[in-house]
């Protein structure tokens, strides 16, 4: 141990004396980054007193040949990973998985259980087993600190996410759960997400953390795996404030999490915003809910009602509160559950019908009441879905399974 810090302590003593005079390493990054780079590019040679400057320089074009970016990699068993020198990775707790940029440097994955502390980017939170199932019970929880105070955001990529669904009746996540603390409000979820992600907001200051815990109960064939992703205030990947889910694609698919046709149960308690960036000459957007192979009639949009039987789309806020703030009297409204984007207007009406609506229910995807399923435009910028459950289903509402739709950005010519 003693050995390992006077060796550390020698190697960045001995970086931070020669080198700074004599190469310009890209220093967007930390220091150890740094040091890490001039490891890897300059090997131990120039470490010799004795080297003569003029081949000092023959390993400049080295540094200008070898085309890898800001240190990403993929290891064979798909994960992301940094790519440094082995030692660093050794030093640094990753895991080596396999050579990367040209063979200077290894790919090195971090992983964190239960306990851990995630001091690197692009770490994933596993679960204990790891890749193997975890049936165990309790609050499995990782602290993420902060590479920089200049960090912003933390994107978490649900590489495999899958625990304990929730409950039949009124869907709530009882049984497991994933809580995040310490950052900008997220909703609770359970069930499945593999494949989804979400943004928060990281707070100001260097000591701000995130806890990441997932408590589990019962028995349940658990998986997961979270890529944690550090971003920084000024970085172009950085989601607009307050958004949730954040896409970045003229098309794309928006969800609810735990979403899934055939079993998924549209999770309570939810509360959020779902992002598309308006893309450069983009002045609109279409909705359509996702094809649905395995039911005979679409279960892509079910958000309230009995989702066995046929429901119809249902619009507006409606059925406000009774005299005197008694409960609504009129439940034909979205009043529990919904979607809301801002305006919407069915795209088969030419022209379009001057009234539009803004919140959705039901059980058909559409802007306007009825059975059929139609095509749903909006111009109102910045694209942003709002999506709300309360915490109670039964008895009206049944077997949901909560909305996928696929978008795609209007010209701005068609008419937006
Ligand atoms: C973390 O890695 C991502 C790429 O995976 C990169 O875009 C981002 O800038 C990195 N963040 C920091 C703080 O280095
Ligand atoms: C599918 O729906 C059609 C029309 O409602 C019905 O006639 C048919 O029996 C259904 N098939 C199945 C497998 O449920
Ligand atoms: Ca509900």
């Not at 404030?241 to 999770?267: D, E, H």
């Not at 959705?360 to 059929?372: D, K, N, P, Q, R």
């Amino acid at each position: 141990m003693q050995l390992q810090i006077s060796m550390v302590l020698l190697v960045v003593l001995v970086f931070s004396v020669i080198l700074p005079a004599r190469c310009k390493v890209a220093n967007s990054n930390t220091n150890s980054h740094v040091n890490s780079w001039r490891d890897l590019f300059f090997g131990s040679k120039w470490l010799s007193p004795a080297a003569p400057r003029i081949r000092e320089s023959k390993f400049l074009p080295i540094f200008a040949l070898v085309p890898i970016g800001p240190g990403t990699c993929s290891a064979p068993s798909g994960e992301q990973g940094n790519c440094i020198p082995n030692k660093d990775c050794v030093l640094r707790n990753g895991i080596p998985a396999g050579p990367c940029g040209g063979g200077y440097g290894v790919c090195c994955i971090f992983l964190q259980t239960c306990g851990g502390i995630i001091r690197e980017n692009s770490t994933y939170f596993v679960n204990p087993n790891h890749p193997d199932i975890f049936d165990g019970t309790g609050s499995c929880q990782v602290t993420i600190q902060k590479l920089h105070p200049d960090i912003c955001q933390l994107r978490l990529d649900f590489d495999m996410f899958s625990v304990a669904p929730p409950e039949a009746a009124n869907h709530l996540c009882n049984q497991d759960q994933l809580l995040i603390s310490g950052g900008s409000p997220t909703p609770t979820i359970c069930g499945s997400a593999t494949g989804d992600h979400m943004y928060v907001d990281a707070g100001l200051g260097q000591s701000s953390q995130i806890i990441l815990s997932i408590i589990t109960s019962g028995s349940f064939p658990r998986l997961w795996r979270i890529r944690v992703t550090q971003i920084h205030c000024g970085s172009i990947s950085r989601a607009d404030q307050g958004c949730l889910q954040y896409y970045t694609a003229i098309s794309g698919r928006v969800r609810s999490f735990n979403y899934n046709t055939v079993a998924g149960r549209q999770l309570s308690n939810q509360d959020y915003s779902i992002c598309i960036r308006n893309e450069r000459n983009f002045c609109g957007i279409q909705y359509n809910a996702c094809p649905d192979l395995e039911n005979n009639r679409s279960r892509a949009f079910t958000i309230t009602g009995n989702s066995n039987n046929p429901v119809p789309t249902i619009v507006g806020g409606g059925g406000g509160g009774g005299p005197g703030g008694a409960p609504p009297t009129n439940t034909n409204g979205c009043i529990s559950d919904w979607l809301l984007i801002g305006c919407i207007r069915s795209a088969d009406r030419i022209p379009p019908l001057p009234g539009c609506e803004d919140r959705v229910c039901g059980g058909t995807f559409s802007a306007e009441a009825g059975m059929l399923a139609k095509t749903v435009q909006s111009s109102v910028r910045p694209f942003r879905l709002y999506f709300h459950t309360d915490g109670v289903e039964a008895p009206n509402d049944i077997d949901n399974r909560g909305f996928c739709l696929d978008y795609v950005q209007q010209p701005c010519t068609s008419g937006f």
